[in-house]
């Protein structure tokens, strides 16, 4: 990366010391939710930038809190070099990729959100994400089209940037982005955003407007003193001139759904076929408000007495189904369905006809049965609505347990990890 324009000495000088926990608490206080999970799961650092590596990305998606507390490891440019140099091309892709690269891999923070708008995306969405990436539509991705994304999801992020102190919030983008991120703007800001939007339609605004302003051109400014990674030596090469087609595209995307999903199902099936109808609820409601899961728990309990078992097909279908829950929303809405409870066959149906999934008749029964409260088998569209909306997101807007605690438990928790 080298020297980085309009950074000031002081603040790289702060840099190669933030590996203490107080000086990572201390600036967590100037970052978003998104800038703190990832800071807190990210493991590895190189020339000042943090990076998750395959597994950290995993466990943020799929576990409450890291396992161990996260002490950066500075990689040598060597060690970089060599991590790359294994990551595999991306026509040798699999649903086990990030499992097999586990800790040999780099994964920078805009990346991660845009692996986090995959894992939220129906397969219908698919090519409207690779159409956004293809700006001069020859139906292939290079690399420079893929990293305007980096300048995209900056600017998101420099909107949302909390105030204070300059030269903290300067040594948090220099962790997150690899670069000073200077306060002039690529993309116009006055007037627009005034309402927030998510990553995804963002990407989609900001990626047409590229292609009638200077951004596109202007590419190589901001990702010459960018580090490669591994996502793009997977989808680009190592040397970089290779392009991706939607085929390859596709596969990734829906590789790694299927691997998160395999992998949140196998931690509770315990090498069976199936996991319980229990465990499907508390995978369901993880990542969601819900204060108080033992009321859903104990609903469920009562109404299932015999255990039958939810399969990976069943539990898949599903999340395809959340996947598309933003259609299903229109549909409800369309047919009157959402001011009033639904049964079992109307919501089967209704989610065939707005999505295109089948949901099995006993999964459809088990999720009755967890969100039917007063048991007259009817389900509040408003309630599951809401709280699926919360499970889709998987901490995308903002993990919320963490947020639960008290202002005492937070302090608590700050001084025993700070221990």
């Not at 140099?85 to 994964?107: A, D």
Request: proline content about 3%; aromatic content about 12%.
């Amino acid at each position: 990366m080298g020297n980085i324009p309009g950074t000031p000495d002081t603040v790289l000088l702060s840099l190669k010391v933030t590996d203490s926990r107080s000086d990572l608490e201390d600036l967590h206080l100037y970052a978003t939710p998104r800038e703190q999970r990832f800071r807190r799961f990210a493991s590895l650092e190189f020339e000042g930038q943090l990076y998750m590596t395959p597994h950290d990305f995993i466990q943020a998606v799929t576990s409450d809190e890291p396992k161990h507390a996260k002490k950066w490891r500075s990689l040598s440019k060597q060690e970089l070099n060599q991590i790359l140099m294994e990551t595999p091309p991306v026509w040798k892709g699999s649903s086990k990729l990030f499992r097999n690269l586990n800790e040999k891999g780099v994964i920078s923070y805009t990346e991660y959100l845009f692996l986090l708008c995959i894992l939220t995306k129906p397969h219908a969405g698919f090519r409207i994400a690779f159409n956004m990436f293809d700006t001069d539509g020859n139906e292939m991705v290079d690399k420079k089209e893929f990293l305007v994304l980096q300048e995209i999801f900056r600017k998101k992020n420099e909107k949302r940037e909390k105030r204070g102190d300059e030269e903290k919030r300067a040594m948090l983008r220099l962790q997150l982005y690899g670069y000073h991120t200077p306060t002039n703007s690529v993309l116009k800001t006055e007037g627009e955003d005034l309402v927030p939007r998510s990553y995804w339609d963002t990407l989609r605004r900001s990626t047409s407007q590229a292609l009638f302003s200077d951004l596109a051109e202007r590419a190589d400014d901001y990702t010459s003193s960018l580090s490669d990674t591994t996502l793009l030596v997977h989808f680009f090469g190592k040397k970089g001139k290779a392009e991706l087609n939607f085929e390859d595209f596709y596969r990734f995307m829906d590789n790694l759904q299927t691997e998160v999903l395999e992998i949140e199902f196998l931690s509770y099936s315990n090498g069976m076929n199936t996991i319980s109808e229990e465990d499907f609820a508390h995978i369901l409601l993880r990542y969601t408000n819900v204060e108080n899961t033992s009321s859903y728990l104990e609903n469920m309990r009562g109404s299932i007495p015999e255990e039958k078992g939810i399969t990976f097909e069943e539990f898949r279908s599903f999340f395809q189904f959340l996947n598309n829950l933003e259609d299903f929303t229109i549909a409800m809405q369309m047919y009157n369905f959402a001011s009033r409870s639904i049964g079992q066959d109307e919501f089967k149906r209704a989610v065939y006809v707005a999505t295109g999934v089948k949901l099995s008749p006993h999964l459809v029964n088990t999720v009755f049965k967890i969100f039917d409260v007063d048991r007259d088998d009817q389900l509040s569209y408003k309630e599951f609505i809401g709280i699926m909306k919360d499970r889709l997101n998987r901490g995308f807007r903002g993990y919320k347990p963490i947020q639960r605690y008290t202002t005492f438990k937070s302090c608590v928790r700050k001084e025993l990890y700070s221990r």
